[in-house]
């Protein structure tokens, strides 16, 4: 079916029609290319929500002690709400609840807890957070040196730190941190971890102490400000009765109304992040249906052009005809050179579509990262350009096929 | 070699059928040369086309050699004209952006012979037709006759039993119509079957017989068939 005669007979016509081959051959590139950039202009997206997503867990959700807002239990509205290490316990048991840590602000709220930090001659302020050792899921921290605080660090109130990168940088310039010993306050901890932040030298200005050894050394009894915690798989529905399960022993405990929107504050980020994955699942869809679009009307484009050349080589196909080519030989002819065209130019404006996705993505923008597309796609891609083009050819073909010889070979 | 009996063809123009030939009845023997005649209208090109299965017909019976054909698919219809029948055309039908030797070959392609072979075999037959040497040339480069004579080669590479040529001479200036019936008459002599459509009485005059067609009906088919005895016998 694929013998090399017919080749040479797909080569000789299509060398035949230099202008008709180029002009199809461009606009099956052309949708193919608008395909591929829209698809990898998609996937860029896609992996810029992630990016701007992944400073902090995307399943993380965290709960902030707050003031009343509603009389509830005999106590008048604006009683300002503490929680406290047991209340993080009793979370750590809630069904559903993946990771979970707790934090002790220092001064009592949250812009209060950085705090004068000294190595050596060297001191600067910076952020100090009083956390549990499964904090770190909740970040999207990269440990580069040491590790992480540990249970034990907790459970043992050790004087551990771990600290950002643009701290590390500032105390100790190019010496190694981990083992030294830095003051908070006129407290000494050791270094014992460094980390980074894809969302860079802010996220990286931190210090991670252990919450019971700050509750310790700064009088803070057994107070947090804020629990946070993440949820594994859950969808926007699963995590929200997870969280009214955590409020409502919140609400118990502290006495407060559980409906109470001002007790705790909750900030969920499953619902934002579902939000905005519908919203880029729109834009990718619409991008996808374009590029579909285009690309249809690329092969739809063969196919007239096809057509056309069918119509000019009406006498042909009847002189092959009259010799002997059966209907199919002339459906396999016509349909080759078109799965060839669209093969060959398909592939043509695959290459060009991911050329410029790689310059796309060399530009430095948060809101694309990374757009590609991967071998699935290009092998689906090649697939369908295949499917594309005989479809392409088929109905040309088939015209072909019923050419009349009489009235092909008549024909002055 | 052929022989048609009562055969009818109509054309549906609009809502009226055109009765195109009318209980056509002859039979051609083999090695014969016949002219078909007759004036435009008269339903000889249908003819042809029947007899070179590049149409079907309405009614009777088409037997070429032990074959009867009736209703073929395409693709066997193919493969007949293929292996019986050698078309020779007025507007000879090269194709023109094939060499001479290509086009020669063209139906040997048809039969799954190789390339190498199939021009070994082509320019034998352009050898044949005493041009061997422009075996490189594009149809365009040829004239008239020389073109015809290319078409005739490839009419006569797949072996055929019946050559069938469609008014060969009717483009070609009168010197070149003789060559060609010249070499028409020399293919005749070698056993093949040669039918000849035709409106020219100089060229009828170079076949056997002739078979006059007028409105779709054979004329006089006995005084034709006279001028041959071997036809007495022919009783469908």
Do not use: C
């Not at chain 1, 102490?209 to 926007?236: C, E, R, Y």
Request: proline content about 3%; charged content about 20%.
């Amino acid at each position: 079916m694929f013998s090399a005669d017919r080749w040479l007979e797909v080569f000789d016509t299509i060398r035949r029609n230099k202008l008709r081959t180029a002009l199809t051959a461009i606009s099956v590139a052309w949708g193919i290319f608008v395909l591929v950039f829209l698809l990898g202009l998609g996937r860029g997206l896609d992996n810029g929500l992630r990016a701007n997503f992944a400073k902090d867990a995307t399943n993380g959700v965290w709960i902030n002690a707050n003031k009343t807002s509603v009389a509830h239990g005999g106590y008048d509205v604006g009683r300002r709400i503490s929680f406290a290490n047991s209340d993080y316990e009793r979370a750590k048991k809630v069904e559903g609840v993946e990771f979970i840590s707790g934090q002790h602000y220092i001064s009592g709220n949250r812009r209060g807890s950085s705090m004068i930090t000294k190595y050596g001659a060297k001191a600067n302020t910076f952020e100090l957070d009083a956390v549990y050792a499964e904090s770190i899921r909740l970040q999207a921290h990269e440990m580069t040196k040491g590790r992480f605080l540990s249970a034990s660090d907790i459970a043992q109130t050790r004087k551990s730190a771990v600290i950002g990168q643009t701290v590390a940088e500032f105390l100790f310039e190019k010496k190694d941190p981990i083992g030294e010993w830095i003051t908070i306050g006129s407290t000494a901890f050791q270094v014992v971890g460094v980390f980074t932040d894809p969302g860079g030298a802010e996220e990286e200005r931190r210090i991670y102490i252990p919450v019971s050894t700050a509750q310790l050394a700064f009088n803070g009894g057994d107070k947090l400000g804020q629990l946070q915690m993440t949820v594994g798989q859950a969808g926007p529905e699963e995590a929200q009765a997870i969280i009214d399960v955590i409020v409502g022993q919140l609400a118990e405990r502290h006495n407060f109304d559980p409906a109470d929107t001002q007790a705790v504050r909750v900030h969920n980020n499953i619902e934002q992040f579902d939000r905005f994955k519908k919203l880029f699942w729109m834009i990718s869809t619409f991008v996808i249906v374009i590029g579909l679009g285009t690309l249809a009307a690329g092969v739809v484009g063969v196919s007239n052009i096809m057509m056309i050349a069918v119509k000019e080589r009406t006498k042909e196909i009847g002189v092959r005809k009259a010799l002997g080519a059966t209907p199919w030989s002339i459906v396999f002819m016509i349909t080759q050179e078109a799965v060839f065209l669209t093969g060959v130019a398909g592939l043509l404006g695959l290459s060009a579509g991911v050329g410029v996705l790689g310059l796309l993505g060399k530009l430095d923008n948060e809101f694309i990262v990374d757009p590609n597309i991967d071998l699935s796609m290009g092998v689906g891609a090649a697939a369908f350009l295949v499917f594309a083009g005989a479809l392409a050819g088929y109905f040309p073909a088939r015209a072909a096929a019923k050419v009349n010889p009489i009235h092909a070979l008549r024909d002055q | 070699m052929l022989r048609l009996s009562k055969v009818n063809k109509y054309y549906q123009v609009g809502t009226h059928s055109l009765h195109v030939l009318r209980d056509v009845d002859f039979e051609v023997t083999d090695g014969e040369f016949v002219a078909i005649m007759g004036a435009s209208g008269s339903g000889k090109s249908t003819l042809l086309n029947i007899l070179g299965i590049l149409d079907d017909y309405d009614s009777g019976e088409y037997w070429l050699g032990e074959t009867k054909i009736s209703h073929l698919s395409e693709s066997k219809a193919a493969s007949y004209r293929n292996r019986f029948i050698g078309f020779v055309f007025q507007s000879f039908n090269l194709l023109p952006f094939k060499t001479a030797l290509e086009n020669v070959a063209l139906p040997l392609y048809y039969q799954g012979i190789t390339r190498r072979k199939r021009n070994q075999i082509a320019a034998q037959y352009l050898e044949r037709v005493g041009l061997r040497d422009w075996a490189d040339h594009l149809p365009s480069e040829r004239s008239g006759g020389q073109k015809q004579r290319v078409a005739i080669a490839r009419a006569l590479i797949g072996k055929p039993r019946l050559i069938l040529a469609d008014e060969p001479t009717g483009a070609l200036d009168s010197e070149t119509s003789k060559q060609i019936m010249d070499l028409l008459s020399e293919i005749h002599r070698t056993g093949i079957t040669v039918l000849v459509v035709t409106h020219d009485p100089e060229v009828a005059a170079r076949t056997q017989r002739t078979i006059r067609l007028r409105d779709g009906k054979v004329v006089n088919p006995l005084e034709a068939s006279a001028s041959n005895p071997g036809m007495a016998a022919v009783v469908p």
